[in-house]
């Protein structure tokens, strides 16, 4: 950051000693605002060329640039979606609220006679993960609804994601040109099964099922296995129905199928020694949330589920100073993890 003292001290020596250069004479004074003009010059100028690099960029910035040098839009959020089971005789609107105890609503997308009970599509109001919540709990009607009586949710709600992070979306910025997609290739199916929101990440494995054959294997925004909808969405984006007709994104010819990748269930014992001061269920808790990070970091990226690595995350939790007796799925050995999986964390047990 530029300073204005020395912008006012480079001036200053440029005047003649003969002259009165000091705080409070007329050519300090006279100098003083250009100093200062000269400083906001500077950071300005030095705010521009940070600009330069995309790695300096954010929001609307980052949106903006990679749009305009790879055409490539940050992939929205989106809301999650399910069903509701409603009580009593009447009709159902799109857009009718229904709500959990939290407050998380939801609302009707379509409209529907209901007689003694039926079931309704729904969606949440807002995007974003605070959308998918467990069965049975959105059990409340905001908004009277004239014969209806109690409502539920029999399965749990699904596909609520966030809008692509800036790390995200500058990570698929660089894929994307340096791993340049044309004419159908494997980067361009990629490309295309990212584009789609809700998709975390793809992989294409050509020649599948013989000549003309492609299968792209994705996995959704939180690195776990997509859901049927996403899978669906994906599929028409790139070729609708799989019959190879470039009806979608894929070329004529290229039949196209895609589908998730298998969960792979992490399961995690462990025996530990606590730090003073916390508890069985803070152990639990921390070393829940530095394996989601880290399977979610793994997901196709790495062939494994490392044994080191964690044993290491375990010392790493604020809530554990030892441990003994870590298995993994049982064993203690490396998870391997296939082309076509992903793996999922399950049960997080921690003896103290």
Do not use: C
């Amino acid at each position: 950051m530029a300073f204005k003292e020395e912008h006012l001290a480079m001036l200053l020596a440029a005047v003649p000693d003969k002259y009165d250069k000091l705080p409070g004479s007329f050519i300090f004074d006279a100098l003083a605002p250009v100093a200062e003009k000269m400083a906001k010059q500077d950071d300005r100028i030095e705010e521009v060329e940070d600009k330069l690099s995309i790695d300096n960029l954010s929001g609307a910035e980052l949106t903006q640039r990679v749009r305009e040098r790879t055409g490539q839009e940050r992939r929205a959020g989106t809301r999650s979606k399910g069903s509701v089971t409603v009580t009593g005789t009447g009709t159902i609107r799109i857009g009718d609220l229904f709500e959990t105890p939290s407050g998380t609503q939801f609302r009707s997308t379509e409209s529907k006679d209901i007689t003694s009970s039926g079931m309704v599509m729904i969606e949440a109001l807002i995007e974003g993960p605070s959308g998918n919540v467990p069965a049975n709990t959105i059990t409340l009607f905001p908004v009277t609804l004239s014969g209806f009586t109690a409502v539920t949710n029999p399965s749990s709600t699904s596909d609520g994601f966030a809008e692509e992070s800036d790390t995200d979306l500058r990570k698929r910025y660089y894929e994307h040109i340096r791993t340049p997609a044309s004419s159908g290739n494997k980067a361009h199916f990629r490309n295309w099964a990212k584009e789609v929101a809700g998709v975390g990440d793809a992989r294409v494995i050509p020649l599948w099922a013989g000549n003309n054959t492609v299968k792209v294997v994705i996995i959704d925004s939180d690195r776990k296995p997509a859901s049927n909808n996403i899978v669906a969405a994906v599929q028409k984006y790139i070729d609708p129905g799989a019959n190879g007709k470039g009806e979608g994104a894929a070329p004529i010819g290229a039949f196209a199928t895609v589908a998730s990748a298998t969960g792979v269930t992490i399961e995690i014992r462990v025996t530990a020694v606590l730090n003073p001061g916390f508890s069985q269920q803070q152990a639990i808790d921390g070393i829940t949330s530095k394996m989601t990070h880290y399977l979610r970091d793994a997901a196709f990226v790495e062939t494994l589920v490392s044994y080191a690595k964690v044993g290491a995350l375990i010392l790493d939790t604020d809530a554990v100073a030892d441990y003994t007796g870590l298995t993994i799925n049982g064993g203690t050995s490396n998870i391997l993890i296939g082309n076509t999986e992903v793996a999922v964390l399950g049960t997080v047990s921690v003896n103290v």
